[in-house]
């Protein structure tokens, strides 16, 4: 499953955009998360799970950014459920452009 999430600018972390995937079973094997180029590190995504973050993990910086990368996260998890959701949430401090995250899940 390869979802989108369009972040539009100026957009805050204290209102951020958000999107609930519903998975059809309770098993994550791992997250890429493609990153374009021009987001110059502006954009930041966060991934949960129930309220618990999901990805990053905790030993390292709570948000997800980068610019013209792909970031792979392999997890191995099982979600609590039913029903099986992830969320997720982005805000982007470009004051000017959207940024676009995209997320392949596993």
């Known amino acids: 499953m390869i979802v989108e999430l369009s972040i539009?600018?100026?957009?805050?972390?204290?209102?951020?955009t958000t999107k609930t995937l519903d998975l059809f079973n309770n098993s994550v094997r791992g997250i890429i998360v493609n990153v374009p180029d021009g987001h110059k590190?502006?954009?930041?995504?966060?991934?949960?799970?129930?309220?618990?973050?999901?990805?990053?993990?905790?030993?390292?910086?709570?948000?997800?950014?980068?610019?013209?990368?792909?970031i792979v996260f392999n997890l191995g998890v099982t979600l609590e459920g039913p029903p099986y959701k992830?969320?997720?949430?982005?805000?982007?401090?470009?004051?000017?452009?959207?940024?676009?995250?995209?997320?392949?899940?596993?």
């Open 8 to 16: 539009p600018p100026s957009t805050t972390e204290l209102a951020p």
């Open 41 to 70: 590190y502006l954009a930041r995504l966060r991934i949960e799970t129930q309220g618990r973050r999901l990805i990053p993990d905790f030993n390292s910086d709570p948000w997800v950014r980068g610019n013209n990368n792909k």
């Open 86 to 106: 992830l969320t997720l949430i982005g805000w982007n401090e470009d004051d000017t452009y959207p940024h676009t995250f995209y997320i392949e899940v596993q």
